[in-house]
């Protein structure tokens, strides 16, 4: 249902766009949010949307640095990230959740990708 891509091995400082393609039952009410899961650490929260593009929300750390964003003719989210840092070094998931409200913790959510490996080297 999700194809998460994107990821690679970038310099700190460098940028990377991961993108998200959704399918079969995921529609447009759904919010869609990017999570993170470092080695040994817990899945956390990136950033997320609805379709309609309002009402995004960011983790602290990744803010003023990453944008999400959506195409709807393509049924495709965005992770830009831009001035990355070693700790963002971590494997990127996206997710889908049929839920009216914006949620923080990966529990609610309904659907997820294969998720996508970013490497920051300093």
């Known amino acids: 249902q999700l194809q998460a891509s994107g990821g690679g091995l970038v310099q700190a400082g460098g940028s990377l766009r991961l993108s998200c393609a959704a399918s079969g039952r995921i529609f447009s009410s759904y919010v869609m949010a990017w999570f993170r899961q470092a080695p040994g650490k817990e899945r956390v929260f990136v950033a997320s949307?609805?379709?309609?593009?309002?009402?995004?929300h960011y983790a602290d750390s990744v803010k003023g640095r990453f944008t999400i964003s959506r195409d709807n003719a393509k049924n495709t989210v965005y992770l830009q990230m831009n001035s990355l840092k070693p700790e963002d070094t971590a494997v990127y998931y996206c997710?889908?959740?049929?839920?009216?409200?914006?949620?923080?913790?990966?529990?609610?959510?309904?659907?997820w990708g294969q998720g996508t490996q970013v490497t920051v080297s300093s």
């Open positions: 997710a889908a959740d049929r839920g009216a409200i914006i949620r923080t913790t990966p529990g609610p959510y309904d659907y």
């Open positions: 949307t609805r379709w309609s593009g309002a009402d995004t």
